[in-house]
């Protein structure tokens, strides 16, 4: 034993000049350590030697950039080396043995799905890494290694969605790698137009070739500003017998959109600035739509799409303030829903609200943020997952925070 524990410490020190994980607390304190796992309800983590834990309910995020999670369990450290030396089935009888005492090993059942992959029981590896996530459903490396399974077993939507949820949580070029494997090609040359520009009450070709290169040049900023694009084209059907005023909507729905956006243009020989905003607005509908599949708030639908056609990001501010103030904000759950069944005195404010709440993601998190949070959505998470993953705020943790921004905004 006295002659392994120098190899054990040059192991550690070799892992700890590889990378070390960043822990994040809720409180906004950052922790540096040389490896960081969860093991039930605590956090645990080794730095300079020595193990700690504190409560998982305090930390907000971590990014783990180290390898396996420590053990000091024997059995599952001879099925690592049994792994590393491609003995799979000596593999799997040490690391069943370290289960039989702990079930809940995310060390072991993350061993025990690689060992069941490395001698081709795909199956087996599956079971292994679902127990896992049961254990801890925001682990890295148990989506990843589900990822794996579904992919030996043929399933590459299957895989490709656990991926994307894994690099959701750490950024791992392996796994990058593997999603780019199972992930249907891009296309590029082959790609057909983005748009389909219809005509209902009369063709006016001038006016369609105009709103066909807004949208162009909008549709190429916000693919690079969301990070993806609609895989199908988008049709737009310019209403040349309708006025935006005779729509029989309020102003802010002027622009209707179920999948094709429709805009009244009687009159106009070139867009008004009017137009230019309903097509911006109604463009971002259908990118966000074309991503999450319709899994997707209409409060965050809606205030992306205010977001990118343009103006002042905290032009609602000053707004909500003194709602906020007098705790009359609606909760952004009850705003989920379509804003259809609103009144006409109700839906400014829901749009309002919309467009603060994702003017402070943007705040806060960056504009990619709001890309992580509809990539979330668009992987099929429910949103109160989809938050977590993406932004590291629950609900209200993140209505909390918007509140009080709101609050010291009004100050100023």
Sequence with gaps: MRRRLPILFALLACAAALGADTITLKNGHVITADRAWYDGTQLMYEKNGAVFGLPRSLV???EQKSGP???TDPDIQKGRERLHEKDYLGAVRYLKIALLRDPRSLPALHALAEAYLGFGDARSAKDA???ALRVDDRNARSLELLGDSLAALGDRAGAEQNY????LLKADPDVQKKLGDVAPAPVTATRGPEFRIKYDGGV???LGVVVLQVLTQAYTEYSG???????DPVTVVLQTGMRLQETGVPEWAEGLNDGTIRVPVQGLQTPNSRVLQVLRHELAH?????????NCPTWLQEGIAQYLEGGDLGREDARLAPLAREHRLHS???LEAPFQSLSEAEAPLAYAESLSAVAHIVRRRGEPGVGRLVAALGDRLPSEEALPVALAWSYPEFEKDWETYLLTADRK
């Design 60 to 62: 907000q995020s971590i």
């Design 69 to 71: 999670e420590p053990t």
């Design 129 to 131: 890494a679902d127990k």
């Design 164 to 167: 994307r949820r894994s690099l």
């Design 204 to 206: 006016n070709e001038p």
């Design 225 to 231: 500003r969301l990070g993806f694009s609609p895989a």
């Design 286 to 294: 259908s990118f966000v739509t074309a991503r999450t599949g319709g």
């Design 332 to 334: 952004l759950l009850t």
